[in-house]
T-cell receptor, first 113, second 117 residues
Framework: NAGVTQTPKFRVLKTGQSMTLLCAQD?????MYWYRQDPGMGLRLIHY???????AKGEVPDGYNVSRLKKQNFLLGLESAAPSQTSVYFC????????????FGQGTRLTVV | AQSVAQPEDQVNVAEGNPLTVKCTYS??????LFWYVQYPNRGLQFLLK??????LVKGSYGFEAEFNKSQTSFHLKKPSALVSDSALYFC???????????????FGAGTQVVVTP
């Protein structure tokens, strides 16, 4: 009963490097989300998807790209990492419908040096 | 546009006393409102939600929340706080399909709750 799984859990990048964070859910959920959490800033939405093959921008999309090629996976890419992208990243998923609750992964702690 | 505000960075309460965590929202349609809790080094856990109907909704761990449309608020409450309720609490809002940004789930900045013995 995995739920939402994020890979990796920790990562240290050098400025300018690229990486992809993987989010996988086994609940057949339509909606998926990527957030970043910074002290005092709460959870800020980076990108989200309301179905396979669709993505949309959230509040802070700059410097990130996403893809939802398969329904169960939502990938977050950093093409050229910057120290400002040091954060804890959370993925979430929910069933279709505005009133459905979201399930969260355990987070990825990313440090860009 | 949609937004949600949590006006208090931190709420301090003694164990056994009532706990209230405030949330106000701003949306252009009918809101779907949620409360989540986060314990240290963990992901968020769902507590309760308001979709429609009764303005008082009950959730997990003895928490409840009151939806007030005229005041655009959705405050989280617990009649008697426990030390184990100490955590970070988030309010969130999502709009329905009648809006351009349907599906978007937006969170407030969070309120740290500290319950002292």
């Amino acid at each position: 009963n995995a739920g939402v799984t994020q890979t990796p859990k920790f990562r240290v990048l050098k400025t300018g490097q690229s990486m992809t964070l993987l989010c996988a859910q086994d609940m057949n959920h339509e909606y998926m989300y990527w957030y970043r959490q910074d002290p005092g800033m709460g959870l800020r939405l980076i990108h989200y998807s309301v179905g396979e093959g669709t993505t949309a921008k959230g509040e802070v999309p700059d410097g990130y790209n996403v893809s939802r090629l398969k329904k169960q996976n939502f990938l977050l890419g950093l093409e050229s990492a910057a120290p400002s992208q040091t954060s804890v990243y959370f993925c979430a998923s929910s069933q279709q419908g505005a009133g459905t609750e979201a399930f969260f992964g355990q987070g990825t702690r990313l440090t860009v040096v | 546009a949609q937004s949600v505000a949590q006006p208090e960075d931190q709420v301090n309460v003694a164990e056994g006393n009532p706990l209230t965590v405030k949330c106000t929202y701003s949306v252009s349609g009918n809101p779907y409102l949620f409360w989540y809790v986060q314990y240290p080094n963990r992901g968020l856990q769902f507590l309760l939600k308001y979709i429609t109907g009764d303005n008082l909704v009950k959730g997990s761990y003895g928490f409840e929340a009151e939806f007030n449309k005229s005041q655009t608020s959705f405050h989280l409450k617990k009649p008697s706080a426990l030390v184990s309720d100490s955590a970070l609490y988030f309010c969130a809002v999502r709009l329905g399909r009648t809006t351009d940004s349907w599906g978007k789930l937006q969170f407030g900045a969070g309120t740290q709750v500290v319950v002292t013995p």
